[in-house]
């Protein structure tokens, strides 16, 4: 996939990103960690909401050779740069409202969301993929499933009610990291291997594309959403 995004592209943007992300959670102020959180925000969201609200409908009207060419040279790139703005968003979000004081007994909650995500995108990747009996996807699961199990037993005593807002922004988020990890990103992979097979079919890889389109503007309504409920969090509203 690196290939086909241009090698240099995928690696700069998966270096910036962890050196983004790396910054905000060591040395940086508070006002650069929000700017890390916000800048990288807004990105995922607006770029999500540009594929759903005006890629989508211009890519609808094609049609299928013309549709999978535009997919063939997107994708690869979106693939790398999507999910790296999604984790730096939401790692970075995290993090930044421990330390503002706003999620007070994260820890359970942490526990609780983390087994939330983890599991359900595993088991859509295995079954959108058709993994199930690759032990390259049965390893990591057992490990995911196991751990964050474990870290759910081990903290769920000490739960207790945390700020409203932050439960409704775990929840979105948790959508969002699901149908982003469990369904758009085994979409693309299923695009590269049709790309890369001897005699790509041009239908499959403009229906998929098209798909992932039409999901990323689904994905970008629900960060709309989420925003607002970021604003109320940081400023008092709930």
Partial sequence: M???ANPAFAGGVVLVAVSALGYALTVASIQHHTYVHVMTGLLWTGIDVFLGAVLGPVVGGLDEEQSAAVFQRLTPKTAFLLPSL???TIASGL???QRLGLFPHSEPWLALFTAANLIPVFLLLGWRLNAWSDLRWQAPFAVATVGSLTWVG????????TTPAVV???AIVTLLSVQGFGFLMPGEIRMYVEMRSPD????????I????????????????ILI?????????GF
């Fill in 154 to 161: 081990l903290t769920l005593g000490q739960l207790q009610m």
């Fill in 95 to 97: 993090v930044l409202a």
């Fill in 228 to 236: 607002l409920v970021m604003v109320y969090l940081r400023f008092g």
């Fill in 200 to 207: 790509p079919d041009p239908g499959v890889i403009s229906a």
């Fill in 86 to 88: 999604a984790f730096v």
């Fill in 2 to 4: 690196a290939e086909l």
């Fill in 209 to 224: 594309g098209q798909q992932n389109a039409k999901l990323g503007g689904v994905q970008g309504f629900f960060q709309l």
């Fill in 168 to 170: 409704v922004a775990l």
